[in-house]
């Protein structure tokens, strides 16, 4: 019997695994786990950025987005809805301002938001006060965001790109509790979800290319009959056309120079008409010395000028201390040059990159 043909009858023979049950609260708890959370209080913040003709526009003059992906300094990824303190955030909130900066990007994963994901959308209020806090202060500080949803997905058991229910209610959730905000830009509906259809050469797809869009395509269809007052993007790596009959700007991320960023901006702005944003883009200072860092990134910000496009935002604001990042009780982290990708070190001296943000 030949090996594929054996695999095969395995494969029909045995039973696939059935995914993890998922969580449940009783009728009692969901309504105490509501009753916990208060309205969302809209801050005053003028105006809804809308796009015109290619670029943004805010009570009707240009909107040049001067940004930076943001996660505090000490608490990165998943620890930003879990342990962040508002007082940190403001302070470091006052130091992107000095710099004169717009916009921030911000990351939601679902978990940090929600409980019982096996009764939809329950809401934790711990997580979502932390998250109120960060748009009421963005906002008194002058800051539009643009707000990624679906960070850190299940991508096993029960697939994003199924749109599991649970999921599907707990966007919703989301959505119709920020709609009113203003100082909210966009709604990024994934980031980089275009790996998972392989287009990174170090990760395997897990999915089709039409499972990802498709689903891309429904989400902003729902998004948008919930929401009428914000943005829509996809923050993909490399296949960024394809987003653009879904999105309302295009989002792209580079990690190379500035020639190869031309080329794809040019490429982009042939493919589509809609506003085009370079959403990532930074150079960490383990690889280079902080001042090839600021040449690289002045070089960047001058093909985003050159080639008229909505605007830019760096990737990160602080490097992250080697204790911040890991999970105990396997702490510190390995050193890496994920950790030196800030504008500024973990002790907020400011490295050179900073003197070019000041227009």
């Not at 943005?231 to 295009?250: C, H, K, Q, R």
């Not at 105990?328 to 504008?343: T, W, Y």
């Not at 973990?346 to 003197?355: G, H, L």
Request: net charge negative.
């Amino acid at each position: 019997m030949g090996v594929g043909l054996l695999v095969i009858l395995l494969y029909l023979v045995v039973p696939a695994k059935a995914p993890r049950s998922l969580p449940t609260c009783t009728e009692a708890e969901i309504e105490a786990a509501l009753s916990a959370l208060p309205p969302y209080q809209p801050t005053e913040t003028d105006e809804f950025v809308a796009v015109q003709n290619s670029h943004f526009v805010l009570a009707g003059e240009t909107y040049l987005a001067r940004g930076i992906n943001y996660y505090p300094a000490r608490y990165p990824w998943r620890r930003f809805l879990t342990e962040a303190d508002l007082t940190t955030i403001d302070h470091e909130l006052s130091i992107l301002q000095a710099a004169k900066l717009n916009t921030l990007r911000i990351f939601l994963w679902n978990e940090a938001l929600f409980t019982c994901p096996g009764s939809g959308a329950v809401p934790l209020a711990d997580g979502f006060a932390r998250l109120d806090g960060m748009i009421q202060q963005a906002a008194a500080h002058g800051f539009r965001l643009i707000i990624t949803l679906n960070d850190l997905p299940d991508l096993v058991d029960y697939p994003l790109y199924d749109n599991p229910p649970y999921v599907v209610a707990q966007t919703n959730f989301i959505i119709d509790r920020y709609h009113d905000e203003a100082a909210i830009l966009a709604w990024d509906l994934r980031n980089e979800g275009d790996i998972d259809y392989g287009t990174h050469n170090s990760i395997p797809a897990r999915f089709t290319r039409e499972q990802v869009l498709a689903w891309l395509e429904q989400t902003a269809d729902s998004v948008r009959e919930l929401d009428t007052n914000h943005l829509i993007t996809a923050g993909w790596l490399y296949d960024n056309e394809s987003t653009a009959p879904y999105v309302d700007f295009v989002s792209f991320h580079h990690w190379v120079g500035a020639p190869e960023a031309h080329d794809r901006i040019l490429s982009m702005q042939d493919a589509t008409d809609k506003p085009i944003l370079l959403q990532e883009f930074g150079y960490s200072t383990q690889r280079m010395d902080a001042e090839a860092q600021a040449r690289t990134i002045r070089g960047i910000i001058d093909v985003v000028l050159d080639t008229d496009i909505a605007g830019w935002l760096i990737w990160t604001a602080f490097d992250f201390p080697t204790d911040a990042t890991c999970i105990p009780p396997n702490c510190p982290s390995v050193d890496n040059a994920e950790h030196h990708f800030g504008l500024w070190y973990s002790d907020y001296t400011p490295k050179p990159a900073v003197e070019i943000l000041v227009p």
